[in-house]
């Protein structure tokens, strides 16, 4: 299969058609691969991405829930573009086979790798909307993005709900711990842990600590809800 068959591919999978399909490269073009090839990397189209991920997902939320104040808005968008969901999103259009890395990037942790995969979905976001403007880029991460509803809406908050399903059972309030943090510092991931009585409940990660928090409230909650 060529190369220009399996970027055509992927554009089915992602449900748009680049005008300028070297926009689409680089969005795939990882700077370690980058610097053997001397070509662009994706950095500045991540860049660009992430501000039109978060425009975009305002913008939907906003207009679709009109009685949500601005407490909940801004904690369901949250949810909505946290690394688990962009990296979900990610390896349904299948990112993680056409991302151009260095062999040392290859070698890297699973974790990191969720990093690598957000990273390059933000950047071809940034791509769709420098080749086809911001409606088109809105049509592509709706699409991506996954439906919530009220049964959900107490994961948005994962921290107050893990802390009142604690407190209602008589349980020792959770600690959260800090375990890594990997990475340069503009781009870090941090693993946190939630212990409740010693008891591990729930791992999580993300670029900042309150993200991995709350990611690793949602693990414990997931996990105390399947032990009822």
Not at 110 to 130: F, I, K, T, W
Not at 208 to 222: G, N, S, V
Request: hydrophobic fraction near 40%; charge should be negative; charged fraction near 30%.
């Amino acid at each position: 299969m060529s190369q220009q068959i399996s970027y055509r591919e992927f554009e089915n999978l992602l449900g748009y058609s680049f005008n300028n399909q070297d926009l689409l490269i680089q969005a795939f073009t990882h700077k370690s691969y980058a610097k053997l090839t001397q070509t662009k990397d994706n950095e500045r189209l991540e860049f660009l991405g992430d501000a039109v991920l978060q425009l975009v997902v305002s913008t939907h939320l906003y207009k679709t829930y009109p009685d949500l104040n601005e407490g909940l808005l801004a904690k369901v968008r949250a949810l909505l573009v946290s690394q688990p969901t962009l990296a979900r999103i990610a390896r349904d259009l299948r990112i993680d086979e056409f991302l151009l890395v260095g062999r040392n990037e290859e070698r890297n942790k699973a974790m990191q790798r969720d990093s690598l995969l957000c990273d390059a979905l933000e950047a071809v976001y940034g791509a769709v909307y420098l080749d086809g403007g911001f409606e088109a880029a809105a049509q592509v991460i709706l699409a991506d993005l996954p439906e919530w509803d009220e049964k959900t809406l107490r994961f948005v908050d994962a921290k107050s709900s893990l802390q009142e399903y604690l407190q209602q059972r008589n349980h020792e309030r959770p600690i959260y711990k800090l375990v890594e943090a990997v990475g340069p510092d503009h781009n870090k991931l941090f693993v946190i842990e939630v212990y409740s009585k010693e008891r591990l409940l729930g791992r999580g990660s993300g670029r900042t600590k309150k993200e991995a928090a709350q990611q690793a409230a949602r693990a414990a909650l997931d996990g105390l809800e399947k032990d009822r």
